[in-house]
């Protein structure tokens, strides 16, 4: 299905926008957080997931993969939808997210609209299990906004930040760089490797 979608926004309101693709307008359902940073008339690549029910075929769009990532892993959970799923990352940044389920804070939770506190601790306890399993989610949502203490002076850490990554973006890639690598690779090979694996994402 769509990997992407780039195009001119057409129109948008406060739940979706309309992606004009070579004169085809696609209906693309977004978090409050993405829309905000889009306008009309902008150019923009959508990361794109695709909800195909029966009665339905929903486009949903993001502007970063760990969006993306966040929004098809609540999927997974009992009994959260598309609707509560967009609704969670229109409240939290990923990290702000990640924060939330460490913290235990249902609280947080119970201020999303369709969120109480049963689905709210039943996000919380999945997610926990989850980001114990999952390296790749865990370095997404496991630190704070702007890194842990670990990364200072990580030389591909920093690289990958000066070349526009996010904090919690650049510890992922670098981590599996390094997983795929192995230790004897250098601080090049890991950037030119985080690099590789960031292009194929988008």
Do not use: W
């Amino acid at each position: 299905m769509f990997r992407f979608l780039r195009g001119v926004i057409a129109e948008k309101s406060a739940e979706v926008l309309a992606l004009d693709v070579n004169g085809v307008g696609y209906e693309v359902h977004a978090p409050e957080t993405v829309l905000r940073r889009l306008s009309v008339d902008q150019t923009a690549t959508l990361l794109t997931y695709c909800h195909i029910r029966e009665e339905s075929f929903t486009i949903f769009g993001f502007l970063r993969e760990d969006e993306k990532a966040l929004f098809i892993t609540l999927l997974s959970i009992n009994k959260v939808g598309p609707k509560v799923a967009l609704s969670i990352l229109s409240a939290f940044t990923p990290s702000d997210f990640g924060r939330a389920v460490l913290d235990n804070n249902v609280d947080a939770f119970k201020k999303v609209s369709g969120v109480g506190k049963a689905t709210a601790q039943r996000v919380i306890l999945e997610m926990r299990n989850k980001m114990k399993q999952d390296a790749d989610l865990n370095a997404i949502l496991g630190e704070p906004a702007g890194g842990g203490a670990d990364d200072t002076g990580d030389d591909v850490f920093e690289a990958l930040v000066s070349l526009g990554c996010t904090p919690q973006e650049a510890k992922r890639v670098a981590a599996k760089a390094r997983k795929e690598l192995g230790d004897g690779a250098t601080d090049e090979d890991l950037v030119r490797a985080a690099l590789r694996s960031m292009s194929k994402a988008v």
